[in-house]
C-alpha cells in the first residue's frame, strides 16, 4: 500500500511539472489571442484548471459531509499559496506585479478573505451563503477580463491589439499544448492528493489538519509548479495571475458549490487563529508587492518561514 502510494506521489509530480511547463510556454500566444494580459490567463484558463481538483475535493466531501475537510482546505490552501507559494517564487526570482494587477484584482483575495470570516462567523456557510460566494466568483471573472482587455487596448493601440490578435489566431496549436497541459495538472493533482492522503490517514491525523496541511500542500500543487515554472521563465505575470485567482475562487466557488450541496458547519477554533491568519497573510503580500511592486528574495524567505510557523503551529493544536 505505501509503496504504490509513493509511486502515484512522484507520478504525479512528473504529470505537473510537465502540464504546467506546456501551460506557462504557451500561455502568452492565449493571451494575444484573447487581447489580454497573461496576468488575466492566469486568473481565469489557468486558474479555473488549477482549482479542478479542489472543487471535486469540495463537492466530494460535502456529499460525504466532511465539513473540515472542506474548510480546512480552503483557508490552508489559501495561505499556503499567499506565503509559501509566493515566497518561492520570489526566492527564486523577484515577483514583480503589474500595477493594475494590485490594483484591479488584488483586493478581491483581501474581500474573498474578510467575507469568508464575516459569513462563518455563525459557525456556518449556509446556501444563502453559497449563493452569494458563487455570484462574486463570477463577477470577479468578468471585472478581471473585461478590466485587462480594455487596459490592453488602450496600451497598444487599437490597430497593433488587432493585429495582435490575428496574429495568435495562426498559432493554433497552442490551445492544443494548454489543454494537455491542464489535463496533465489535473491528472497530476489527482494523483498527488489521492496518494497524499492515503499516506497521511496511516498516521492518524486529524480531518481539520489533513484539509489545513496535506489536501491543501497536495490540491495547491498545480499553482505552485505552474507559479515556480513562469517564475523560472522570467514570466511571473501567469504565476501571479494564477495565485491571485486560484485564491478568490477557492473560496467563492469551492467553498461556495460544497456550501450549495451541504450547508458547511465550521469549527469555533478556526475563527480565532485560522481565518485572521488568512485575512493577515492577503494583508502582508499586498503590503510588500505595493511598496515597490516587486516582491523580493528576502521578502521571499519571510514569507517562506511565516508559512513553516503556522503549519508547525496547525500540526501541534489539530494534530
Request: hydrophobic residues 60%; aromatic residues 8%.
Amino acid at each position: 500500500m505505501t509503496f504504490f502510494a509513493i509511486l502515484f506521489l512522484a507520478l504525479g509530480i512528473a504529470a505537473l511539472y510537465k502540464g504546467a511547463d506546456l501551460l506557462v510556454s504557451r500561455a502568452s500566444a492565449l493571451a494575444a489571442k484573447m487581447g489580454v494580459s497573461t496576468a488575466v490567463v492566469g486568473l481565469s484558463v489557468v486558474t479555473l484548471g488549477g482549482i479542478t481538483p479542489e472543487l471535486s475535493i469540495g463537492i466530494t466531501a460535502s456529499l460525504g459531509s466532511a465539513n473540515d475537510l472542506i474548510i480546512g482546505n480552503a483557508i490552508g490552501s489559501s495561505i499556503l499559496k499567499l506565503a509559501l507559494v509566493f515566497g518561492l517564487a520570489a526566492m527564486i526570482a523577484p515577483l514583480r506585479i503589474h500595477a493594475s494587477t494590485l490594483k484591479h484584482e488584488f483586493p478581491w483575495v483581501m474581500l474573498a478573505a474578510v467575507l469568508i470570516y464575516f459569513l462563518a462567523f455563525d459557525l456556518e456557510i449556509s446556501r444563502g451563503d453559497a449563493v452569494i460566494l458563487i455570484l462574486l466568483g463570477i463577477a470577479f471573472q468578468w471585472y478581471s477580463i473585461r478590466t485587462s482587455h480594455a487596459e490592453m487596448r488602450a496600451t497598444l493601440g487599437k490597430q497593433t491589439h488587432q493585429r495582435r490578435k490575428q496574429e495568435a489566431l495562426k498559432t493554433g496549436r497552442a490551445w492544443v499544448r494548454i489543454v494537455l497541459g491542464l489535463a496533465l495538472i489535473i491528472l497530476g493533482a489527482k494523483l498527488f492528493v489521492d496518494s497524499s492522503l492515503a499516506l497521511a490517514l496511516q498516521f492518524g491525523v486529524s480531518e481539520l489538519l489533513v484539509g489545513i496541511l496535506v489536501i491543501a500542500i497536495g490540491a495547491s500543487i498545480p499553482e505552485l509548479v505552474v507559479t515556480l515554472v513562469s517564475a523560472a521563465k522570467h514570466q511571473p505575470g501567469i504565476g501571479i495571475g494564477n495565485i491571485i485567482g486560484s485564491n478568490v475562487m477557492n473560496i467563492h466557488l469551492v467553498v461556495g458549490a460544497a456550501a450549495l450541496i451541504h450547508p458547511i458547519s465550521i469549527h469555533p477554533d478556526l475563527l480565532v487563529f485560522d481565518f485572521p491568519a488568512f485575512i493577515f497573510a492577503a494583508i502582508l503580500v499586498a503590503v510588500l508587492f505595493k511598496s515597490h511592486h516587486t516582491l523580493t528574495r528576502f521578502e521571499g524567505a519571510v514569507l517562506v518561514m511565516g508559512y513553516l510557523l503556522y503549519a508547525v503551529y496547525s500540526v501541534k493544536f489539530w494534530g
